[in-house]
């Protein structure tokens, strides 16, 4: 490696940088010392099974859950010991999202840009645009508490949004959004990327990280199976299949004849 190319990696730390991360909830190990580095300006999805532990490593690399051990850097920034400097550079959309409803879908992105000190210019404009971006302009003056799920998922994304951070972490973001709003979504996170920012993506759906993802990483039994480009990571075969291959397969395939419709 040359000097200039040096000086180009230390500049240009990663966007994530998780080493060693653990979780346990009593008895229960949760993640078992996750190391993952994820580029900057990538589109990185994080794929998993229920219980591989995907949610309580995103909480923990972005400040929501404490870690018993290891460290989370945003760019280079320790979110743990240097909290006020890391998490300004974040915006999360959690999975389970439990907000502050009785307030209407204006009032809630104005809050949330006004919590992260923007001015209430600043606030009122980039409010108006992601109400109109998101196809929330009549939920602008709606209680959130009369929101559908996929109105309040997009209502929780221009939260996140409001602040232009450098890194979104987003745990289902599409989970119970119309097409139409999904599409909108896609849009706008591509655009986010091709400018320079990062975004780090959960999800269920194989085909939708295939379809937008550049990176990915296989999370099972609290650890990272596999990480790198979604071509490394899949070798050439569906993303789908080369995930059962790494997480295993349903162990009792019981015989289920009994359903089937008898044809009198």
């Known amino acids: 490696m040359s000097a200039a190319d040096a000086t180009e990696v230390v500049s240009h730390p990663a966007a994530m940088s998780l080493r060693g991360l653990t979780k346990r909830f009593g008895s229960t190990v949760a993640v078992a010392g996750v190391d993952l580095d994820i580029p900057t300006h990538s589109f990185y999805g994080v794929v998993g099974p229920n219980g591989a532990g995907k949610t309580t490593t995103l909480s923990m690399a972005t400040g929501l859950l404490e870690p018993d051990s290891g460290q989370a850097l945003i760019h280079g920034i320790d979110m743990w010991t240097q909290p006020a400097l890391a998490k300004p550079l974040v915006g999360v959309l959690p999975d389970g999202l439990h907000t502050f409803d009785r307030l209407t879908g204006g009032e809630l992105i104005s809050y949330a840009g006004l919590m992260r000190g923007l001015p209430k210019a600043t606030v009122r404009e980039r409010r108006d645009d992601l109400l109109a971006a998101l196809d929330l302009d009549a939920a602008g003056s709606t209680l959130v508490t ?5 109105m309040t998922k997009k209502i929780a994304l221009a939260c996140a ?13 599409f989970e119970a959004v119309d097409p139409v709003s999904a599409g909108a979504i896609r849009r706008i996170l591509q655009e986010f990327v091709a400018s320079g920012g990062t975004v780090v993506m959960s999800s269920h759906v194989m085909a939708l990280v295939e379809r937008l993802c550049d990176h990915v990483a296989v999370v099972g039994g609290g650890a990272v199976l596999a990480a790198g480009t979604v071509a490394d990571v899949s070798q050439g075969r569906d993303l789908e299949e080369r995930f059962v291959e790494l ?8 015989d289920l004849s009994w359903l089937r419709q008898s044809s009198r």
């Open 146 to 150: 009369d929101f559908s799920a996929g």
């Open 161 to 173: 949004l409001v602040h232009a951070p450098r890194v979104l972490v987003l745990d289902e973001p």
């Open 247 to 254: 997480v295993g397969d349903v162990s009792d395939q019981r």
